[in-house]
């Protein structure tokens, strides 16, 4: 939940910066700035959030075994290494993503 709030919290931040960018006339600082850390933010970190959703959702009763990881699944995201598919992914196609 703490991540989730996070994530928020740095996306107002983002937005207010953006605001102050545009409103003092840096539109340069804006298209330059702001836009890639909103995408970064929320291709890496919302992304993750959407796993942990998921993983909230998905109920793994009798296959703790099998519940899916989201530390190794975000650590194999950014070395880009492919998910092994003999364990659980959390959500089809996975891992294409």
């Not at 996070?6 to 539109?27: D, I, P, S």
């Not at 109920?59 to 099998?66: D, L």
């Not at 975000?74 to 996975?94: C, E, H, N, P, R």
Request: proline share 1%.
């Amino acid at each position: 939940m703490s991540v989730i709030f996070g994530v928020c919290h740095m996306t107002l931040g983002l937005v207010q910066k953006a605001a102050n960018e545009w409103y003092f006339g840096r539109k340069n600082n804006f298209w330059h700035v702001f836009l890639p850390q909103i995408i970064l933010l929320w291709a890496m970190f919302g992304y993750m959030d959407l796993l942990i959703v998921i993983k909230w959702n998905t109920n793994f009763t009798g296959h703790e075994i099998k519940a899916a990881d989201i530390k190794s699944t975000m650590v194999a995201m950014f070395l880009g290494q492919d998910i092994d598919q003999s364990k659980f992914l959390f959500y089809t196609g996975q891992s294409y993503v």
